[in-house]
């Protein structure tokens, strides 16, 4: 485990840039936290990685957001998601290994994620806007 302190929305970014530079562009990047912990913003950073420099907001209503950059991102929420019916009814198993999947609220379907899974962990830190990352 790797872990990170983020004092900004821009120490986010940065901290996501570093972890993207770490990957191939076909993972599955499932990310742990509260409401407002920056899964969105880590988000951003990831993917301008990616060279997806705009656009990148929460799939909260879409379920599901595709970027294109270098190459192909599929932004997932999976907030509504009660079970593996739901999850199979949003396509998620036919995005695997096209692209780098991303998956806001992974503790709805933990139970049914690819095994090399990168889980990503944000909390909040002791001091305002502080968050602390970790990469497991």
């Known amino acids: 485990m790797t872990e990170y302190i983020s004092r900004s929305l821009e120490d986010?970014?940065?901290i996501a840039k570093e972890i993207a530079s770490t990957l191939e562009g076909k993972e599955v990047v499932a990310f742990l936290g509260?409401?407002?912990?920056?899964?969105?913003?880590?988000?951003?950073?990831?993917?301008?990685?990616?060279?997806?420099?705009?656009?990148?907001?929460?799939?909260?209503?879409?379920?599901v957001n595709e970027y294109q950059g270098t190459v192909p991102v599929y932004?997932?929420?999976?907030?509504?998601?009660?079970?593996?019916?739901?999850?199979?009814?949003?396509?998620?198993?036919?995005?695997?290994?096209?692209?780098?999947?991303?998956?806001?609220?992974s503790e709805n379907v933990l139970d049914f994620l690819p095994q090399d899974t990168i889980f990503i962990e944000l909390s909040y830190g002791e001091e305002e806007n502080t968050r602390i990352i970790r990469r497991k």
Do not use: Q
Request: glycine share 14%.
């Open 12 to 14: 986010t970014e940065r």
């Open 34 to 63: 509260g409401l407002g912990a920056g899964k969105t913003t880590f988000t951003r950073g990831l993917v301008s990685h990616f060279g997806v420099d705009n656009g990148v907001h929460s799939p909260t209503f879409a379920i």
């Open 75 to 105: 932004h997932f929420d999976m907030y509504r998601v009660a079970d593996e019916d739901d999850l199979y009814s949003t396509g998620f198993y036919d995005y695997l290994g096209k692209g780098l999947v991303i998956i806001e609220w």
